[in-house]
């Protein structure tokens, strides 16, 4: 059973990385097998890791803390130093990985003007620069499946196509930031292995939606994650007996994969309530429910400061921008309360 939020505690929509493991988690992880995972060791990691390969349809995938750490994985596997990454400017791995492409991996990044789940290929391909006199050479490409900053927005698969089309013709990498690709996966029914068969690399979250306390795994060929191993050794990624962590994401994706849609459905009831006062920054497709409170009076801060004082935390992301993020830990009494509480805040 998950562990909602009761009526005398916080409602919190912050984020669903906020979630607790259910009993069901704590009991896996406490009779989890292990080893130690540097020596390869540890039958948890393997096994999940081969599960995770599996879903993708590619070869192999490896066990990492954060889905920061196996996002700069990718990035570095895919752009040798002084190369470059093109990306939106939104986009996870240039607005909160604290710079890491350029500081561990040498990485220049270009970016395109946000466009969360509607990104223009063709404008894309007119980025792309091959290597030339004093040019910088564009080695790899990446999306956000969901986009976080776009409001869990879904990038339907034809134009996930077409920037496969795009990185063929140019020869170069594409990865996809799929911390929250489970959301698009129930969203729009897009078999995970069709995902995964766009891309090169791609890095998906356990502790994001799926209730697992921490992880995310690096998906791609063979040789590439053999290679990525070595890179979360140097950021100081490699662990021990690691399978009691394997364990809390095996049974997450066991149990709480399908469970997605009901998040969904309470971001759709967050949406229909708060839609009426004009704060909605867009659609609401998957958990996260986006606002613009620029019309509002109260900015982002201010909202935020009085919710807080009434029992319900919300995400700034800036002066005029707020997030609510339904998840695991949030039942319907929850969300009857937050929205009781943001209506009676936006209305006054």
């Not at 996870?92 to 604290?98: A, G, K, L, P, R």
């Not at 078999?191 to 791609?220: E, H, I, N, Q, R």
């Not at 962590?245 to 708060?274: F, K, N, P, S, V």
Request: hydrophobic letters at 45%; glycine letters at 10%; aromatic letters at 4%.
């Amino acid at each position: 059973m998950a562990e909602p939020a009761g009526p005398a505690g916080p409602v919190d929509l912050r984020s669903d990385t906020v979630t607790r493991p259910t009993a069901g988690m704590r009991a896996a992880m406490a009779a989890a097998e292990v080893g130690d995972d540097v020596y390869g060791e540890d039958p948890t990691v393997n096994a999940l890791e081969a599960e995770v390969a599996a879903l993708f349809g590619h070869e192999a995938a490896v066990f990492a803390p954060t889905g920061s750490m196996t996002n700069q994985m990718a990035l570095q596997v895919l752009v040798p130093p002084g190369a470059e990454l093109l990306c939106d400017a939104d986009a996870h791995v240039v607005t909160y990985e604290s710079g890491a492409a350029a500081a561990y991996g040498g990485i220049s990044s270009r970016t395109w003007p946000a466009a969360g789940g509607e990104p223009d290929a063709e404008l894309i391909a007119g980025l792309v620069r091959p290597a030339g006199f004093h040019a910088v050479a564009t080695r790899a490409i990446a999306v956000e499946q969901t986009h976080n900053r776009g409001g869990g927005a879904v990038i339907p698969l034809a134009t996930l196509r077409d920037l496969r089309r795009i990185a063929d013709d140019a020869g170069i990498g594409l990865h996809c930031d799929g911390a929250r690709i489970w959301h698009a996966h129930v969203a729009d029914g897009v078999p995970l292995a069709s995902y995964g068969a766009l891309f090169d690399t791609l890095s998906v979250c356990l502790s994001k939606g799926l209730g697992a306390p921490v992880g995310s795994l690096l998906v791609g060929s063979a040789e590439r994650v053999g290679r990525a191993r070595a890179v979360r050794k140097r950021l100081g990624g490699g662990m021990r007996q690691a399978g009691v962590l394997a364990a809390a994401g095996r049974y997450a994706l066991r149990h709480h994969l399908d469970r997605l849609a009901t998040d969904h459905a309470r971001a759709a009831r967050l949406a229909d309530a708060l839609g009426p006062f004009g704060v909605l920054a867009g659609p609401v497709r998957t958990n996260i429910v986006p606002l613009d409170l620029t019309k509002s009076p109260l900015d982002a801060p201010a909202l935020a400061a009085a919710a807080r004082e009434r029992g319900v935390l919300i995400s700034v992301l800036g002066p005029r921008t707020a997030r609510l993020v339904t998840h695991l830990d949030l039942d319907d009494t929850a969300l009857d309360r937050a929205v009781e509480v943001l209506t009676t805040l936006l209305r006054a």
